[in-house]
C-alpha cells in the first residue's frame, strides 16, 4: 500500500518536472540547404548549421520560433564566403561535405558526428535523444569523449592543463569567501579570464559561443562522454576542424579577432606603483614618490618604458570608495601635469592610471550624480545605478569626456581597468553586487570586454598611435584589447608555478599578450623567490613590475642585491631581445599563435607533455624552464622531439628526453631549437636610446632553417595597411660548412640601415676561411663590435662572430669552411 501511494505521488509531483527537460528528439522536416546555412527541424526544436569555411563551422539550437541576433563582443566575424560543399538526403541521415571534413547529421535520434576526409571520427553526439537538451532556461550538449582524446583551453585556469576527466565553471571572477588563502587565493577557483573555448587532440576545438556562466564535466562523470551547459541563452556552439593545434587556434582567433599589434615600447618594461602609499597609507602618496621612481630607474641603468599610478592617486568616495572612480585627485598629488611632463622628459612612453568600473562623487566632482541623471550608469533594481554602461556608446562618449579627458589632457596615455568582474558580481572590497536579473548576468562575462574596449579604441585615436590596456578580468574575445594580467597573487611560493600555468592556459585560448605580477602582489616577497620570479618575468609576453606591500613594493632595489643584479640582468637581456620578441608578437597577429606556448601547442601526440605547466616556449625558436622550488640549483627539463641547445653553454641535446640541468640562483634554465635564429638589438635603457645600427643574429645551426625578422615603424597602425617588411634570414649547417644568407628587405616599408653581426653556435674546430659575397672576410685578434667586416672565433666558449661588410641595402651570403 505505502509503495503505490509513493509511486502515486511521484506520478503526481514529479512528472511535471521531469517534462520541463526538452530533449533535441528526431528529425521531422524542413531540411534545406541555402547558401552556407543548412535549416533543419526536429520533434521539439529548429536546429541551423552555418558553414562558415572547409573545416568551420556552427550549431544552433532554439527551442522558440527565432534564432538570437548576433553579437559583436565575443564573435567579430559572421560574414563568411560562399563554401563549396555538398549535401546528401540519405535514408537515416544527412550528409555535408566540405573539402576538409564530413558532417553526419543522423535522423532519429537528431545528432552531429563529424569525420576528416580518410574517414576518421573526430567529434560524435552523445547517442540517444539527451545530445542536446533544454531543462528549464539551462541548456546543455553531450558529446563522445573518446579513449585518448585529451583537452586544452577555457581561458586563464591555474589548477591543469590537461581537463580530461576533470569539471570546471566559468564564470568571470575569483574565490569567494574568508580566509582568503580558501577564497580569493584558490587557484581551483580562479576564473579572471575564463574562455568557453577548448582543443582536442582528436584534431578538433570547439568554442561555447554563451555569455552566461556555463559548467563543463570533461570526462569526470562518464569516462566516456563530455558534456558543457550554460544556465540560459542559445545553444550555440562552433566547430573547428586543425587538425594540429596552431591551425585551430588560427581559426579561433579568425573568429573572436586577432591581437593586435603593440608599439614596440610595449615590450619593455612595464612598472607599476602606489606612489608611496597603497591602502591604508594614502597619505604617504606623492607626485615626488612618482617622479623619484622614474629617476631612479634611469639612473641604475634599469630599463623601463612605461609605468602607471595605481588606485591611490584617486580620492575614494563615499558611495562606492575603492570600487568606484571619482576622478578627482587626491590632495597629496601636486600638480600632476608637471608630474607627467617630468616622466615623459626621462624617455617614458606611456604613463597610465589605475580605475574601476563604477563612477562615484568625491569632494568637488560629482560624476555619479551627473551619470545617473543623464542615464549614463547601468541600472540597478529599477534605479540609475553606479556602473558606467559601457554597453551604450553614448555613455562611453560621456565617461570619456567627463571623466577619463581630465586625466589624459594631463599625460596619461592608458588605463588599467580593474574589477570588470564586479559587474553582476560581489565586488572585491565590499558587500555590492552591482546589477542583477537575466540581463545582468547575460552581461556580466562580456562586461570586461566592453570595459577594456572603450579605452583602448579611444586612446588609440586620442594618442595618434597604437591603443594599449591593461586589464585583469576578460572574456572570449579580449585579445583584441591587450593586455590582461594575472591578478592579485600573493608573494608565496606555492602560487608561483600555478601563475605560470595561467600564462600557458590563456595561450592556449587564444590570449598571447599577457602579463603577471614579478615576484608576486601582496605581502612581502622572499628574496629568492622575487629572484626567481623576475627571471620568469623578464620571460613573458609583457614584462610587468609591481607590487602592495608597503614599502618594497617590488621595487628591485628593495630585495638585496642578489635581487636588484639579477633584475638588472634579465631586463638588459629581454630589452636585446625585443626585435625577437616584437617578430613574434607579429606572428601572434597573423596567426593567433600566442607568444607564449605550452608544449603542446605545438607536441599534441607527445603525451609527455600534457601536463608540463612550468615550461614553455616564447616564441618559435626559444624554450623557457622557470625554476619554481625553493632552494633548487638544479631542475629536471622535458625536451620535445627536435635538436635543442642550451642557451648559455651551447650543448646539444637530441629531442624527446628528460634532462637534469644546473640552475644556480642566477640563471634560469634556456634552450633554443636546433637552427634556431634570435635577432637581438643594442643594450638600452629605453626604447630608442639607441640607434639600431648593428642587429646581432644568435645564431644556432642544425641543418636547414629560416627566420623573418619583422620590422615596421613601431608605433602607428600603418602596418594594417601593408607598411612593413620582412628579411628572410637562412642557415644551412653540413659537416663541412655553414651558409648564412640574409635577404634584402621586403615589403612597402624601408627599415632604417643596420649591419649584421652574426653570433653563432660553433660546437666544431675552427674555420679555415670565411667569406662575404664571395670577398674573403679578416680574422680579428678580439670580438667584434660590428662595425667593421671581421670575424673572430672565441675558443673557450665556442661562439663564432662574423661582423658584415654589407648591410641590408643588399643580398648578403656569409659561408664558412
Known amino acids: 500500500m505505502y509503495k503505490k501511494k509513493l509511486l502515486f505521488l511521484c506520478a503526481l509531483f514529479c512528472l511535471p518536472l521531469l517534462s520541463e527537460a526538452q530533449n533535441i528528439g528526431s528529425y521531422k522536416a524542413g531540411f534545406k540547404k541555402q547558401g552556407n546555412q543548412v535549416s533543419f527541424e526536429t520533434t521539439t526544436a529548429k536546429v541551423r548549421i552555418d558553414l562558415c569555411n572547409d573545416g568551420l563551422f556552427r550549431v544552433r539550437t532554439t527551442w522558440n520560433e527565432n534564432f538570437e541576433q548576433d553579437e559583436k563582443l565575443m564573435v567579430v566575424k559572421y560574414d563568411w ?34 569525420y576528416d576526409k580518410a574517414g576518421k571520427l573526430l567529434s560524435a553526439d552523445q547517442g540517444g535523444l539527451g545530445s542536446i537538451t533544454k531543462n528549464g532556461d539551462t541548456v546543455s550538449c553531450a558529446k563522445v569523449l573518446q579513449k585518448d582524446e585529451h583537452i586544452f583551453g577555457f581561458g586563464e585556469r591555474m589548477d591543469f592543463l590537461d581537463r580530461r576527466n576533470k569539471k570546471l565553471n566559468l564564470n568571470v571572477g575569483r574565490g569567494k569567501g574568508l580566509p582568503h588563502q580558501i577564497g ?160 615623459y622628459a626621462m624617455n617614458y612612453k606611456m604613463v597610465g592610471l589605475h580605475i574601476r568600473p563604477r563612477f562615484d562623487n568625491a569632494k568637488k566632482l560629482n560624476l555619479l550624480d551627473q551619470a545617473r541623471e543623464k542615464g549614463f550608469t547601468y541600472p540597478e533594481d529599477g534605479k540609475p545605478g553606479e556602473f558606467v554602461n559601457f554597453f551604450d556608446e553614448k555613455a562611453v562618449d560621456w565617461w570619456w569626456q567627463n571623466g577619463v579627458m581630465r586625466v589624459a589632457k594631463l599625460g596619461a596615455k592608458f588605463l588599467k581597468t580593474d574589477e570588470g568582474s564586479a559587474f553582476g558580481a560581489l565586488a572585491n572590497e565590499s558587500d555590492k553586487v552591482g546589477p542583477t536579473g537575466k540581463d545582468a548576468e547575460r552581461l556580466h562575462n562580456v562586461f570586461p570586454l566592453a570595459y577594456a574596449k572603450a579605452p583602448f579604441e579611444k586612446f588609440q585615436q586620442l594618442n595618434n598611435m597604437r591603443g594599449l590596456n591593461q586589464t585583469r578580468e576578460g572574456y572570449a574575445g579580449i585579445q583584441r584589447y591587450p593586455y590582461l594580467f594575472a591578478g592579485d597573487w600573493p608573494s608565496e611560493w606555492q602560487y608561483f608555478a600555478p601563475v605560470i600555468k595561467a600564462g600557458l592556459n590563456i595561450g592556449l585560448s587564444g590570449v598571447g599578450l599577457w602579463a603577471h605580477c614579478m615576484g608576486g602582489f601582496e605581502h612581502v616577497a622572499d628574496p629568492e623567490l622575487y629572484i626567481r620570479w623576475v627571471q620568469f618575468g623578464m620571460f613573458s609576453p609583457i614584462a610587468m613590475v609591481f607590487g602592495m606591500d608597503h614599502a618594497g613594493y617590488k621595487e628591485p632595489w628593495n630585495y638585496g642585491e642578489d635581487a636588484l643584479r639579477n633584475f638588472k640582468k634579465y631586463d638588459l637581456l629581454r630589452y636585446r631581445m625585443i626585435p625577437y620578441l616584437y617578430t613574434e608578437m607579429y606572428k601572434q597577429h597573423t596567426t593567433g599563435l600566442p607568444l607564449m606556448r605550452a608544449l603542446v ?5 607527445d603525451e609527455n607533455t600534457y601536463e608540463i605547466g612550468d615550461q614553455y616556449m616564447l616564441g618559435d625558436q626559444l ?48 634552450f633554443v631549437k636546433g637552427g634556431g635564429i634570435i635577432p637581438m638589438q643594442p643594450e638600452m635603457i629605453f626604447s630608442g636610446e639607441k640607434a639600431v645600427d648593428v642587429i646581432t643574429l644568435a645564431i644556432f645551426p642544425y641543418q636547414h632553417s629560416s627566420y623573418n625578422l619583422y620590422e615596421d615603424d613601431g608605433s602607428s597602425l600603418a602596418y594594417q595597411k601593408g607598411q612593413f617588411a620582412l628579411t628572410k634570414i637562412s642557415s644551412n649547417h653540413s659537416a663541412t660548412a655553414f651558409q648564412l644568407s640574409i635577404a634584402r628587405p621586403a615589403g612597402q616599408f624601408k627599415p632604417t640601415k643596420h649591419t649584421y653581426l652574426a653570433k653563432v653556435q660553433w660546437n666544431g674546430k675552427k674555420p679555415t676561411l670565411i667569406t662575404e659575397n664571395g670577398s674573403k672576410l679578416v680574422e680579428s685578434s678580439s670580438l667584434p663590435d660590428g662595425k667593421k667586416a671581421e670575424w673572430y672565433f672565441d675558443e673557450t666558449s665556442k661562439v663564432l662572430w662574423i661582423s658584415t661588410k654589407g648591410n641590408n641595402s643588399n643580398n648578403i651570403d656569409i659561408s664558412v669552411k
Not at 549535401?87 to 537528431?110: E, G, M, R, V, Y
Not at 593586435?260 to 615590450?267: G, V, Y
Open 184 to 343: 580569493a587565493y584558490n587557484i581551483l577557483e580562479a576564473n579572471y579570464c575564463p574562455v568557453p573555448f577548448f582543443m582536442s587532440t582528436s584534431g578538433y576545438g570547439l568554442f561555447f559561443h554563451n555569455s552566461f556562466a556555463t559548467e563543463w564535466d570533461m570526462g569526470a562523470s562518464k569516462k566516456d562522454r563530455y558534456s558543457f551547459k550554460a544556465v540560459d541563452g542559445e545553444m550555440d556552439y562552433y566547430f573547428f576542424y586543425g587538425p594540429d593545434f596552431p591551425a585551430i587556434l588560427d581559426q579561433y582567433t579568425t573568429l573572436t579577432g586577432k591581437s593586435p599589434m603593440l608599439s614596440n615600447f610595449a615590450l619593455g618594461l612595464h612598472v607599476g606603483t602606489y606612489a608611496g602609499g597603497t591602502w591604508g597609507h594614502e597619505s604617504e602618496t606623492s607626485t615626488s614618490y612618482v617622479i623619484a621612481l622614474a629617476k631612479k630607474y634611469r639612473d641604475m641603468g634599469i630599463p623601463a618604458d612605461l609605468l602607471w599610478i595605481d588606485s591611490t592617486w584617486r580620492l575614494f568616495g563615499e558611495n562606492g570608495g575603492k570600487g568606484a572612480t571619482s576622478f578627482e585627485w587626491r590632495e597629496t598629488f601636486k600638480d600632476p601635469k608637471s608630474m607627467f611632463d617630468s616622466i
Open 81 to 114: 564566403p560562399l563554401v563549396q560543399a555538398s549535401s546528401a538526403d540519405q535514408k537515416d541521415h544527412f550528409l555535408l561535405q566540405t573539402a576538409k571534413i564530413n558532417i553526419k547529421i543522423s535522423k532519429a535520434p537528431f545528432r552531429i558526428d563529424v
Open 601 to 605: 601547442l605545438h607536441n599534441q601526440d
Open 623 to 670: 624554450m623557457v624552464s622557470p625554476v619554481t622550488t625553493k632552494g633548487a640549483v638544479t631542475r629536471s627539463i622535458y625536451l620535445p622531439k627536435g635538436h635543442w641547445f642550451n642557451y648559455w653553454d651551447g650543448k646539444e641535446y637530441k629531442g624527446e628526453q628528460y634532462i637534469h640541468v644546473v640552475a644556480p640562483l642566477d640563471t634560469i634554465p634556456l
